[in-house]
């Protein structure tokens, strides 16, 4: 298929294990059926290295809010990201889109990108999140993009980290913010209270993730059991409370502070 030119406009990486070759293909006709060019960026495996000895991972500071550690997976999808952004940052990329290689486009999504792409000095970070609950809660419409697609803000932190759009600025904000990590990257994504970045989401989403074959990172990270005992395990629902209620308090803040900059802005 003929290059879209919305390809000449950002820079495009697709996070994979060398070893998932089926993955590496599927994404390679995926993107390439759209007429997007791309990258592979190699992944850091959390099963090959110490994951739970790393610098980034505050262990103490997540088992003390969630009572048990981050998977092995989640650690390495941590670091996979961040050494994107490290990358992002050196090279003074001005704008990427970052892809984890268990996603399905829609064939409108290079016209989204498009339109997105205008719209960049708006905004530091886009999130294609495929989750209809996220509009449960109240959202903001800040502009109509296409037909189909219009761009929001939510009020909630909605989880999923498989495709999303950074400009050069909020690359070095999360690289700087994944410094010393207790969450998981989506988490980080959806605390933008605490980067200071403007995120915002399309609505629907027009990449969703491929649910068919198992997660890289791992099923573990459904777990909720708590593995922390003793003392600890005593204050964690303490911590645990504080951590929920803070998180509410300080989303819902956010949120109502960015309504004047959205009607200046956005013209809403």
Not at 81 to 90: F, N, S
Request: charged share 30%; net charge positive; glycine share 6%.
């Amino acid at each position: 298929m003929q290059k879209h030119p919305v390809s000449d406009q950002l820079q495009i990486f697709v996070i994979n294990r060398k070893k998932d070759a089926e993955r590496r293909a599927n994404m390679s006709k995926r993107l390439g059926d759209l007429g997007l060019e791309f990258e592979f960026f190699e992944a850091v495996d959390g099963h090959q290295i110490d994951a739970y000895s790393v610098p980034e991972y505050d262990g103490e500071k997540r088992r003390l809010y969630f009572g048990r550690d981050l998977s092995i997976g989640e650690i390495g999808c941590i670091l996979s990201h961040r050494a994107i952004y490290r990358k992002i940052t050196d090279e003074r990329i001005p704008l990427t889109l970052i892809l984890e290689d268990d996603t399905h486009f829609k064939e409108d999504f290079p016209d989204v990108l498009e339109a997105l792409v205008r719209e960049s000095k708006k905004w530091d970070m886009i999130r294609f999140l495929d989750r209809k609950k996220i509009f449960k809660a109240p959202y903001r419409i800040l502009k109509q993009l296409t037909e189909t697609y219009s761009l929001a803000r939510v009020r909630g932190i909605p989880g999923g980290a498989y495709a999303y759009l950074v400009t050069s600025r909020a690359a070095e904000v999360l690289y700087n913010n994944t410094k010393r990590n207790s969450v998981q990257i989506d988490i980080i994504h959806g605390r933008h209270w605490e980067t200071g970045l403007d995120v915002l989401v399309t609505k629907p989403s027009p990449v969703s993730p491929d649910l068919e074959i198992p997660s890289t990172i791992g099923e573990t990270r459904f777990d909720k059991e708590i593995t922390v005992s003793g003392f600890k395990r005593l204050i964690f629902p303490v911590f645990r409370f504080c951590f929920k209620v803070n998180s509410s308090i300080r989303s819902r803040w956010y949120f109502a502070k960015k309504k004047q900059a959205d009607r200046r802005n956005w013209r809403i």
